[in-house]
């Protein structure tokens, strides 16, 4: 069955300022998308709408069999079972400094979702070699180089199966040095099928990883589309001096 | 021996007794149950229930707001004509707690609004309820935070209780009032019983310490 995440004619407010403005999109299984946009164009505020960090006050909200709309209140149930269905990547990591590299990426798995601790562990050192950090299970995040906690931050979100991945601005915190091992992983990941929605500045990236691309400004979709598409376009002048812009960075 | 030296020497020992019996227990069996009120307090006030918030922080404001000693005296003295008759212990007892209670919820609050809101959102995303985050991210991270902040409460708390001699609690205070009433050398017997305190508060001092070491081991 192929799951998808769905909004429509959603709306988010802050301080009664309007930061996502009818919002229609469908995310599709499978896909990698990327979101870009100007600084304050509400990116990540879209992002966060899909796992309801930032719950919208208008529209409706589906992801796989599970329904929401978003004028009404949602219950704490109905938030939990969304959240289960993905996982979130941050631009700060977060990763829980109490608990050492194996413990964060198990969290999740054990605390949430009840699974015996024996197969979660065996799956964690899995996950963790895959991300390249066999080496470190029992070290501290704070032992950890900023590049190194954020692959066991990819490491903790994929431990919990997630059906969509979301990440925002996983590479904006990283020296340049460090961004590329982080930008491998997402790009592996990507390759292998994973449904991905990625929030970043890195245009390189994005045109190298991304099966499609959705750039925002003032809260709306100005493209929606492929990904060849989108750094050819030649008609909206708003996304080539947002192109060329970026260029130098 | 010289008579200041016989007198400190004899005195020793009763004022240590009724700090064993008396400053120690109280002290702990308080600070114990202020612990609970603290944590209970502290979560109350940054829940998003409007009522809770407001009956915590009245309860907060009341007893930050009034001297401990006229509290003191309100539970023990002024009860009574409420029909409500504490003994000494039970009374002194319920008082510390509150009165500890209330501020140690400040600082255990202090320590939850200081970890960062990305530690809620990372564990809130793995899907985890608001009990789990508490248990599991932010209470670990709590008692770091709070040790030195809380350890303070703590020590105000040993010293406090020196005013239950005023309720007929025969602490180590009292205790050094009624030998100095016999051997008419205050400096030197309410000296002993400084060092003494001196000495309960080192050992804490020196717990802290430990636990601090322990608690951040991750850092």
């Given at each position: ?17 309007e930061a996502l403005k009818n919002i229609n999109l469908t ?158 992983v997402l790009k592996d990941l990507s390759e292998e099928g ?56 | ?219």
């Open positions: 069955m192929d799951f998808i995440v769905q909004f429509s004619n959603m709306h988010k407010f802050f301080d009664g300022h995310f599709n299984k499978g896909e990698t998308t990327v979101i870009l946009g100007p600084s304050g164009s509400g990116k990540s505020t879209l992002l966060r709408c899909i796992n309801l960090l930032e719950t919208p006050e208008r529209g409706t909200l589906s992801i796989d069999d599970i329904h929401l709309d978003l004028s009404g209140s949602v219950s704490k149930k109905e938030r939990l079972a969304i959240r289960q269905n993905t996982a979130m990547v941050f631009q700060s990591f977060n990763l829980f400094p109490h608990m050492k590299v194996l413990e964060n990426v198990i969290e999740g798995p054990v605390t949430v979702l009840k699974k015996e601790r024996i197969a979660v562990i065996e799956k964690g050192k899995m996950l963790l070699a895959k991300v390249g950090l066999s080496h470190k299970t029992e070290s501290y995040p704070s032992q950890l180089s900023g590049g190194q906690q954020q692959r066991v931050a990819i490491a903790r979100a994929l431990a919990m199966e997630p059906k969509f991945l979301l990440f925002d601005e996983p590479t904006s915190a990283l020296d340049p040095e460090l961004e590329g091992e982080v930008l491998k994973k449904s991905m929605i990625i929030v970043t500045h890195n245009l390189n990236f994005a045109k190298e990883v991304a099966d499609r691309i959705l750039f925002l400004e003032n809260g709306e979709i100005l493209f929606d589309g492929e990904t060849k598409k989108f750094f050819d376009n030649k008609e909206n002048d708003r996304i080539q001096s947002f192109i060329q812009s970026m260029q130098f960075i | 021996m010289s008579r200041e030296m016989e007198i400190a020497l004899e005195a020793f020992w009763p004022v240590l007794k009724a700090g064993l019996v008396v400053t120690i227990p109280l002290s702990l069996l308080s600070f114990a149950i202020a612990m609970i009120i603290a944590v209970v307090t502290a979560l109350a006030r940054l829940s998003n229930i409007s009522i809770l918030r407001y009956i915590f922080g009245l309860y907060v404001w009341i007893f930050r707001g009034t001297p401990l000693l006229v509290q003191l005296f309100i539970v023990f003295f002024g009860l009574p004509n409420l029909g409500i008759v504490l003994d000494a212990w039970t009374a002194s007892i319920i008082t510390f707690s509150l009165n500890t209670g209330a501020y140690a919820s400040e600082s255990i609050r202090a320590s939850i609004i200081a970890i960062p809101k990305g530690q809620w959102e990372a564990a809130e995303s793995l899907g985890m309820t608001y009990w789990q985050v508490l248990r599991r991210i932010i209470a670990p991270q709590t008692i770091r935070i709070s040790l030195p902040p809380v350890t303070n409460d703590f020590i105000d708390l040993v010293k406090g209780t020196s005013l239950v001699a005023s309720i007929t609690l025969a602490d180590m205070f009292m205790i050094g009032q009624q030998i100095t009433a016999r051997t008419y050398e205050p400096l030197l017997i309410y000296s002993l019983v400084a060092a003494i305190y001196l000495l309960f508060i080192t050992i804490l001092t020196f717990m802290q310490g430990r636990l601090e070491k322990y608690a951040s081991k991750y850092i």
